[in-house]
């Protein structure tokens, strides 16, 4: 929570932050929340499954892994 004045300059400061992050880790996370919110909570967590599954064998995950091991900043691919 930021006061009112503080919202843009928050709002940068987040957005910045999120550009450093994985892109398909985003549009993974992005989709599971769009798509989870509209069955059942049998099939949003058949969805996580699937889309999980499918995103832990992108090299960013490896990036990300190494990065925090080694204590770096990562630098993701994608």
Known sequence: MVEPDQL?????AYCTKLATR???GIATMKRLAR???????EVGLQ???DLASAALLDDDVSEGLAAFEARR???FKS
């Open 35 to 41: 798509q989870g919110m509209e069955g059942s909570s």
């Open 73 to 75: 900043t990562p630098v």
């Open 8 to 12: 843009g300059e928050a709002a940068l």
């Open 47 to 49: 969805l996580e499954e």
């Open 22 to 24: 994985s892109r398909i």
